[in-house]
């Protein structure tokens, strides 16, 4: 399996789908989502699931990952820019903006992309890809923990992509 965007040109996560975007929710918190490709996904798949985190938010979170995206039940090979905001075909899971570091958004901001705003330096972003034999158990607004529950024994492959992002 192979996962492109062409929202990551060198490694690089382009402005448009962070802070220095121009797309952004009630709250501040950037919703312009990146374009995905799945390409060659294993015989069998029924479902894709995603997970976008930055693991370098441990030292301002005070140890945890900050969650941007989840994504679950997708049925087809491509999202097209900002579907996060209109896509329907799909079910989304809270991202770290609900937590208390986040300000503690409403869980229906949440459930969207959550773009990256790194506060203190360049952060490596990881959109995690889980190619899957089923459709999973679960309805908008699901968290991290939940997802993983349900992907576990279903997973046929995985596939990790990374980006940067600068200190805005």
Known sequence: MIVTSTGIINGIIQDKFGGRGTQFNENGVPTYSLPLKIE???VGTRSVALV?????AYPVTGGFTWVHWLAANITRHELKENES?????FVQGCNSWISIQGNQQS?????FYGGMT???????????IYALDKLLNLTTGFYLNELYH???GHILEKY???GAYDKI
Do not use: R, W
């Not at 905001?85 to 075909?89: F, G, I, N, P």
């Open 40 to 42: 060659d996904v294993p």
């Open 52 to 56: 976008l985190e930055d693991k370098d």
């Open 85 to 89: 905001q209109t896509a329907t075909d």
């Open 107 to 111: 869980k229906e901001l949440s459930c």
């Open 118 to 128: 790194p506060p203190d330096q360049t952060h490596t972003y990881e959109l995690h």
């Open 150 to 152: 349900e992907m576990e």
């Open 160 to 162: 990790t992509l990374k």
